[in-house]
DNA sequence: GGCGTATGCTTACGCTGTAAGTAGAGGAGA
DNA sequence: TCTCCTCTACTTACAGCGTAAGCATACGCC
C-alpha cells in the first residue's frame, strides 16, 4: 500500500485558503477541503481542531501577510500604511473578513497582531491617550473591515459582476428613480465605471485620518 | 380540530428577529423558528421563499426603523445624523449587520433604502459631485458597518462579556505583554471599565465628517 | 353543495460538522 | 530482529441543516 506524504497544518491551512479563494465561503467544508488533499475529512481533525481554529488559522495567516508600518514616519503616515496594508491583504482573499466576522473561537494570535501593535505604538508616538488611541484603531480598524465587507459581501454580491461595482450604493439593482431620486443618480453614475474600491477607500482612510489629527490633543 | 391563527409574513419576520436576537444567528434554523411559532418548518416556505428571503426580511424591518435626517440642517448634520440612527437601529439588533453580510440573495427593498436617499441628497446639497458622494456614502457606510461588526462580531464575541469590551483590540485575552507591548498597554487600560461603543463610534464619525468637509470642494 | 385555492403537515434527500472506534505504518528500546 | 507505542488516516455514525415533492385539510366563492 503506497504511503502518502503526509498531511500538516501548513498544508491544510493553504488548501483551506486557496479553496476558500476560489469557492467562497460556502465552498469551504471540511469535507470538500478533504477531497481537494486526497484525504477523508477526518484526517483534517489532527491537524486543525475545530472549523472554528481552520478559519482561524487562515485569518492568521493572511494577518501575517500585513506589513509593520515604518516607524520613523509621521504617526499619519504609519496608520495610512498600516491600514492600506490590512486592506489590501485581506483585499487579496476577500472572504477571509467575512470568516472573522462570521467565526467565534480562540483569540487571535500574537503574530497576527503585532502590526496592529505597531500602529498603537504610532498612535501613542502621536499624542494620543489611552482613550484616544483605543478609539483612533477601533476607528481605523471600523473603516478598513468596514469597506471590505461591504464591497464583498453579500450587500454587494449580486452586482460585483457590474463594472466591478462596490459599496451599499451598489445593491440596488432596480428601482423606481422617483422614489429614491438621489440614490438613483448616484446609481447611475456608478454605472458608467470607473468605480475603483482602492482609490475609494484610500479616499476615505484620508479624511478619517485628517479628522483624527483634530483630536490627537 | 381546532383551527389555528394562520400565520403571515409579518408575524414569521417578527419570530425571527425576536429569535436571533435571543440565540444569535446560528440559533435562527428554519426549524426552530418554526418551533417558536408553533409550526412545522415547511409551512415556513409560504411565507418567506428562502432563508436568505427571511433574512433580508429582517433586515428591512430593522432599516425600516432608520429615521431620515431633517433635510433643513446643513449636510454635515444629516450625515451624522443618519449614521447615528443606523448604527443605534443595528445596534439594538446586533445579528442583523452579520445576516446583511452573510446572506447573499435580492437587492434590497425601496424601503430600507429611503434613509440612505436623504443621506445621498444632502451630500449632493452639500457640494459633492457624483463621485465625492459614492465616496462619501461608501465611507459613512463602511464606518457604520464595520463598527458594528467588529464590536458584535467574531472578533469580539469571546470578550464580550468583559466590561462591554468592544473592537479590535479587545479580542486578545491572554497575550505576553513583552511580544506586544502598545497592545496590551491598550488592552489593560480597556479592562479598567469605562468602554462605550456608542459614543467611540460618535467620536469615529465626527473624524471623518471633519475629513470629508475638506472634500466637499 | 361543490370546487379551487391557500395553508400546513409529512416524508425524503443531500449536505453539514464532528464524536467514536479501528487499522496500519514508523520509530524506539530490548 | 522483535515488540510495543504513538501518530496518522480511514470508517462509521449521529444530529442537525435547507428545502423539494406530495398530500391533507379548511376556507371563500359560485
Known sequence: M???EPLNREKVLDAALALADEEGLDG???RRLAKALGVEAMSLYNHVSNKADLLDGIAERVFAQVEPPDPELP???QVRSAALSMYRAFRRHPVVPMALVTDRSNPTS???LSPLDALVGALYAGGFDDQGAWRAL????SLVFGSLLLSTGGFAADVREHAGATNVGAYVT?????ALPHFSRLLRWTQGGGVDPEADFR???DALIKGLENQAS
Open 75 to 77: 504617526w499619519q503616515e
Open 138 to 141: 477601533g476607528a481605523v480598524n
Open 110 to 112: 500574537v503574530r497576527a
Open 174 to 178: 432596480q428601482m423606481n428613480p422617483a
Open 203 to 205: 479616499h476615505a482612510l
Open 2 to 4: 503506497a504511503r502518502r
Open 28 to 30: 469551504l467544508s471540511m
